[in-house]
């Protein structure tokens, strides 16, 4: 009998048997509130994006579930499934060293994903699981991007540090500075580039005095 | 005791009054429509200058109340166009001083969001901000609204409205957009549907749907398409949101909530998360003086009264820089 694990924003989670494996089977399920056209399209490429990207992160060196199946007519994808909490939960129980290790690590893991032109697009600690104190799990690649571009790069640190700000007050100046070291350590020079274009995001579009007429 | 508000950070100049328990006396306002193009921030602050004393005989013949009652009075500090923002300040600052009362510099957005969660009695609530000027996903926690996910480029309002001046379509466009939607019969036109993380971008959408203008295909088919995209975005990432953060109301507020297939929209997703959804009429939806009365109310009740030389404008205040003592 599948067993719910998760109900998230785009799929139900179902832990499952795999010829005697453990598995997720994550179905992105269809959505009343949007038209059937624009419903069918999303998710059947989310879940073509989602599989790829799992696959090119892994190749990148980023620990992320493997695929066993996956069939975009039904929006459905098979994965190993990772026993372990999210950081989400884990953040606010670790010691400031530990909150600062694991950042770094996470820093480390996306400049590997940009370095392998490869974004996330979702970096929030509810896509991030943790199965032991030294491994981090990436998942929900569905908004994933291929990409050369600063800007997309910007825009994932972005998204983890707004991510960090609204969830995680408290913590939230830590975690992100050792984000930039570890992202730093990996990524090389141009990461000034990235944070530049982390501010210039997040100075644009946000006034009523700067709507276009 | 009452506290009088004063709305003048764009189009609107508005004026209002809340009793001590927030109950609204009166709302009134004056709306400043552009004769050609979009808002001239000179052009409004000279709309909102002449309309004052008119909007405030309206207020006073509609309450029967009297000054001697107020006990407060509220204006909008920011965020808006500068130009506007001070014909507000200057009459708040000349009214509290004649009449000896505090003065209660509000932030606009802060008061959008308290008069929704008035009138949904809403604990705590994921809140859904969508004007022509503001596209926020926010929540209250010790003592700050947190910003979870907010447009990269243009608000949402802002798009609609530069839409429909595009397709000649008379101010304000938002009504008229939704009219003609409702007239195209289930015909879809793809356009860019951008959604990052919990962020939104609308610019790429109203370049897709001006082309679309220039290629004639039918003004309902558009209205149509860049609803059901721009709406079906801000459903998604309210999704993610809510099952973020495990929050089990939310709410819609700005000027945008006056849109049925919007409320309708968002009734659904929290139905998906199994959350609560409640939206402020379509009567307060938009920008009005009542909102800033009651988040002054808020504010005299705080004791968070705004001192003379602190009390300029603020043209960019940031929703999320402002400490909420309510919100514990
Ligand atoms: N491979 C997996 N192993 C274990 N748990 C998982 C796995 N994938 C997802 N989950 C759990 O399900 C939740 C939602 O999955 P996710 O892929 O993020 O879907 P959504 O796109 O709906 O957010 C995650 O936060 C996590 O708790
Ligand atoms: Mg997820």
Redesign the pocket.
Same mark, same amino acid.
């Given at each position: 009998m599948p067993k719910l =694990?998760?109900?998230?924003?785009?799929? +139900?989670?179902f832990l499952e048997d795999w010829y005697g494996y453990p598995v997720?089977r994550?179905h #992105?399920i269809q959505k009343p509130y949007r038209i059937p056209q624009l419903d069918l399209k999303i998710r059947g490429e989310r879940t073509i994006r989602?599989a790829r990207s799992l696959s090119s992160a892994r190749r990148a060196g980023v620990a992320t579930?493997i695929i066993f199946h996956v069939n975009p007519d039904t929006a459905t994808i098979h994965?190993?499934? =990772? +026993?372990?909490p #999210?950081v989400?939960e884990q953040l606010p129980t670790l010691s400031e060293k530990d909150r600062r290790r694991l950042f770094k690590k996470i820093g480390k893991a996306v400049a590997r994903l940009h370095k392998h032109q490869l974004t996330h697009g979702?970096l929030t600690t +509810?896509?991030l699981?943790l199965p032991s104190q030294d491994i981090v799990?990436f =998942?929900?690649f569905?908004l994933a991007t291929m990409t050369q571009n600063t800007e997309d790069f910007g825009t994932d640190l972005h998204l983890l540090r707004q991510a960090l700000r609204s969830t995680h007050y408290s913590h939230w100046e830590t975690c992100y500075t050792a984000f930039e070291q570890g992202y730093k350590s990996s990524y090389g020079k141009d990461a000034s580039a990235v944070f530049r274009k982390v501010r210039a995001i997040e100075s644009r579009g946000r006034y009523i005095s700067e709507r276009i007429r | 005791m009452i506290v009088l508000g004063i709305e003048s950070t764009a189009h609107t100049l508005g004026i209002g009054v809340v009793n001590e328990e927030g109950r609204i006396l009166a709302d009134c306002k004056s709306v400043y429509v552009p004769e050609v193009g979009g808002i001239h921030p000179r052009e409004a602050a000279e709309h909102h200058q002449k309309q004052l004393h008119v909007v405030l005989q309206d207020v006073f013949s509609e309450t029967g109340v009297s000054l001697t009652e107020v006990k407060g009075i509220a204006y909008a500090q920011g965020p808006g166009l500068p130009p506007a923002l001070r014909i507000g300040a200057v009459m708040a600052r000349t009214l509290a001083k004649s009449l000896g009362v505090p003065l209660l510099g509000v932030n606009h957005c802060v008061a959008h969001i308290e008069q929704a969660r008035y009138f949904c009695k809403a604990e705590k609530p994921l809140v859904v901000y969508l004007s022509g000027g503001n596209t926020q996903i926010t929540m209250l926690e010790a003592r700050r609204y947190r910003i979870f996910g907010e447009t990269l480029d243009i608000a949402l309002g802002n798009m609609l409205d530069v839409f429909a001046r595009a397709a000649n379509l008379t101010h304000p466009g938002g009504p008229k957009i939704e009219q003609l939607a409702k007239q195209a019969k289930g015909e879809y036109q793809e356009l860019p549907y951008t959604v990052k993380g919990m962020d939104l971008a609308f610019s790429g959408l109203l370049t897709a749907a001006k082309r679309l203008l220039t290629n004639g295909s039918p003004l309902e088919t558009i209205c149509y398409s860049l609803q059901e995209t721009s709406f079906a975005m801000v459903a998604e990432v309210v999704e993610?949101a809510l099952?973020h953060t495990g929050r089990e109301e939310v709410i819609v507020t700005g000027g945008v909530a006056a849109n049925a297939r919007l409320r309708e929209m968002l009734a659904l997703v929290a139905e998906e998360q199994s959350a609560k959804f409640a939206s402020v009429p379509p009567k307060y939806a938009g920008d009005n003086g009542s909102m800033i009365a009651y988040n002054g109310l808020l504010m005299l009740h705080a004791k968070t009264t705004t001192p003379l030389s602190k009390s300029k404008v603020r043209p960019k205040w940031r929703l999320d820089q402002i400490d909420i003592p309510w919100g514990e």
């Open positions: =694990i998760a109900k998230g924003a785009e799929a +139900s989670l997720v994550k #992105r989602e579930p994965m190993e499934f =990772i +026993s372990g #999210r989400k979702d +509810s896509n699981l799990y =998942i929900d569905g | 993610r099952a």
